[in-house]
């Protein structure tokens, strides 16, 4: 049994040696594939961290491009507001000066009415006293009758002494006792 132990032993030997060999080989393999997955997830991670900073820059500069415009439409909605609130001064002012013109205008068309309601007035009394004054004098009597007729529409235009005229005009007895009473008072 001895022998079959030094045999074993020298095999042993060049197995162990055999052995070592491939499994320096087998580490040296596996320590190179560790090696080589280690430099693939550096390399990967380097490529991942290089579009993280170009996002990272293109949303810094998408952010810096958003506050501009948000700069620039705060100041356009502001000029704007100004624009408005001057617009809306000028409409008051308008509508203010609208208004003083229609006071003005309806001032000067009661003017113009009372005016003319006074030239009315004026030319109704001047026919009246015309028709008056040719009632007195007419010896007609249908003219008379027709010119006391037209006064008693137009009696408002006359003088009180204008009416009491009329009233005589019209009563021609009192008239003519009116004569007679004034021949008595003479002396």
């Given at each position: 049994m001895n022998e079959e132990k030094?045999?074993?032993?020298?095999?042993?030997?060049?197995?162990?040696?055999?052995?070592?060999?491939?499994m320096t080989i087998l580490f040296?393999?596996?320590?190179?594939?560790?090696?080589?997955?280690?430099?693939?997830q550096v390399f990967?991670?380097?490529s991942t961290i290089t579009q993280l900073n170009a996002?990272?820059?293109?949303?810094?500069?998408?952010?810096?491009?958003?506050?501009?415009?948000?700069?620039?439409?705060?100041?356009e909605n502001q000029r704007l507001q100004d624009e408005i609130d001057a617009l809306n001064e000028e409409k008051q002012a308008q509508q203010k000066s609208a208004e003083a013109d229609r006071e003005k205008a309806r001032e000067e068309g009661r003017a113009e009415g009372e005016e003319?309601?006074?030239s009315a007035g004026l030319a109704d009394a001047q026919k009246a006293y015309d028709l008056l004054l040719k009632a007195a004098s007419?010896?007609?009597?249908?003219?008379?009758?027709?010119?006391?007729?037209?006064?008693?529409?137009?009696?408002g235009?006359?003088?009180?002494?204008?009416?009491k005229q009329l009233d005589a005009l019209t009563s021609p007895d009192e008239e003519a006792e009116q004569t007679e009473?004034?021949?008595?008072?003479?002396p």
């Open positions: 030094e045999p074993r032993s020298a095999m042993s030997e060049q197995k162990r040696t055999a052995l070592l060999r491939y040296a393999v596996a320590f190179l594939l560790v090696l080589l997955s280690y430099l693939i990967n991670s380097q996002t990272s820059a293109s949303a810094l500069q998408n952010a810096e491009r958003l506050q501009d415009t948000n700069r620039e439409l705060t100041e003319a309601g006074r007419t010896e007609d009597e249908a003219e008379r009758a027709k010119a006391i007729e037209a006064l008693e529409g137009m009696r235009s006359l003088s009180e002494a204008a009416q009473t004034d021949e008595q008072n003479k």
